[in-house]
């Protein structure tokens, strides 16, 4: 063999023992393992539903910025949604029957699909939750003929002014985006910690997010509990004003989940991870303060949420102006996309949106709780691939307790204690 050809050869081998570890590297990277010979993701894409809402935000990035594609699925559809029940409409029929494989979606819904407690007929449609998708970032907002009652975090002086309207022959409600999901359980604290039973003293109506700012223009309600742009919008169209942040209530809340079928997680596990993946590598751009005003432009967008980009960006960096003379800058009640552990999907805080909904009579007391949640939490998942991107997972399923903002505690070891702590409530 001339020394050319030793060469050549040598180079060769050195060439291919290069692309296997660059190979290896992106193996380590991306757990869906995209580019491995057999072991990618068993598909190339996957149909994502979303409302239109900034907590959707690392749905809509991992799109815009290929990322899902740099993942091996470049095919995922992220598809707008008319509604929440439109969203576990569309899951109940999955993506075989014209409908969806997974979506951004109130924490507690796929326990509620789950358990077939708001679907057709109660029949059960199995739900994982893959990842926590942010932290806090809702808002309670009142309308502007409650501006004088100084209503805000403490529910007391709105109690007594609801009364003064039901006396004067007027209806008075509160709107939220599904029964027993988050934004309904936000609410429904928030009134009773003030002595204001949601079930007796105020008609609570369910309306899609996008809906609400036009819905209280014409007085359909005192009060209603959303994400944003619909906040910040009601202020700028001078209907209403924030009167807390949800974070003020029980500060870095978990809020939305990703959440997927289960049977397409079972049939495409690496499909799944690969999708996670992109999701958290989406999370963690969404995060980064140098990123926020590209982040209120990518969510603006027609195909995404439709408004200006200046209903968005100032809360997104943590500046509140709640309409009625308050303003906050760095806000400690901004929207966590990452930080703080933000896209765990901790087991102790399902069990809490599920105590709520025991609360309130959307699950039966004697619900095994325990159970439901191994069927639905799939955080060993979320440990998986955080372990192939080199993320360190928190030490425990458990955040431990969780105290509010009126004092109440819950403790994930004793949620019945919780439960008897709380004054007004459906269930004996």
């Not at 049939?267 to 958290?280: E, G, Q, R, S, T």
């Amino acid at each position: 063999m001339s020394s050319v050809e030793h060469t050549t050869r040598r180079g060769l081998l050195k060439g291919a023992a290069g692309a296997l570890s660059l190979a290896a590297a992106a193996r380590a990277v991306l757990p869906g393992g995209a580019f491995a010979q057999g072991a990618g993701p068993e598909v190339k894409g996957a149909k994502l539903g979303f409302i239109a809402l900034t907590d959707a935000a690392p749905l809509f990035v991992a799109k815009e910025k290929g990322i899902f594609a740099r993942h091996g699925m470049p095919d995922v559809e992220v598809l707008k949604q008319a509604s929440w029940g439109t969203t576990r409409d569309n899951l109940v029929l999955g993506s075989e029957g014209n409908g969806i494989d997974g979506a951004h979606i109130l924490t507690p819904m796929p326990y509620l699909i789950s358990a077939g407690r708001v679907t057709q007929n109660n029949v059960p449609v199995p739900m994982y939750i893959l990842a926590r998708l942010n932290l806090a970032g809702q808002c309670i907002s009142v309308a502007k003929e409650h501006m004088g009652d100084k209503v805000a975090l403490d529910t007391k002086p709105f109690k007594a002014a609801l009364e003064r309207k039901k006396a004067s022959g007027k209806s008075v409600k509160a709107a939220m985006t599904f029964p027993g999901g988050t934004h309904d359980l936000w609410i429904r604290y928030w009134l009773a910690a003030g002595g204001i039973d949601p079930d007796k003293d105020i008609e609570t109506i369910v309306v899609p997010p996008a809906q609400m700012v036009a819905n209280m223009k014409v007085g359909t309600m005192d009060c209603f509990c959303v994400c944003e742009p619909w906040n910040e919008q009601l202020i700028t169209q001078g209907i209403g004003y924030t009167a807390l942040t949800t974070g003020e209530l029980w500060k870095d809340h978990p809020e939305k989940a990703l959440g997927l079928r289960a049977t397409w997680v079972d049939k495409y596990p690496n499909a799944a991870k690969a999708l996670l993946a992109a999701v958290m590598e989406a999370q963690q751009w969404c995060d980064k303060p140098e990123n926020r005003d590209e982040l209120a432009g990518i969510v603006a967008k027609r195909q995404w949420i439709n408004v200006p980009a200046s209903d968005v960006v100032k809360r997104m960096k943590g500046e509140f102006d709640y309409g009625d003379g308050r303003k906050v800058s760095n806000s400690p009640h901004i929207m966590k996309y990452w930080a703080d552990n933000a896209s765990y999907p901790y087991k102790s805080h399902d069990l809490w949106f599920i105590t709520e909904d025991i609360r309130w009579g959307k699950f039966d007391p004697q619900t095994d709780t325990k159970a439901l949640i191994e069927k639905v939490n799939r955080e060993d998942i979320w440990r998986e691939v955080a372990k192939g991107m080199g993320v360190t997972a928190p030490a425990s399923t458990s955040r431990g307790k969780e105290t509010f903002f009126d004092g109440k505690v819950f403790d994930p070891a004793d949620p019945a204690a919780y439960l008897n702590s709380l004054d007004i409530k459906k269930v004996a």
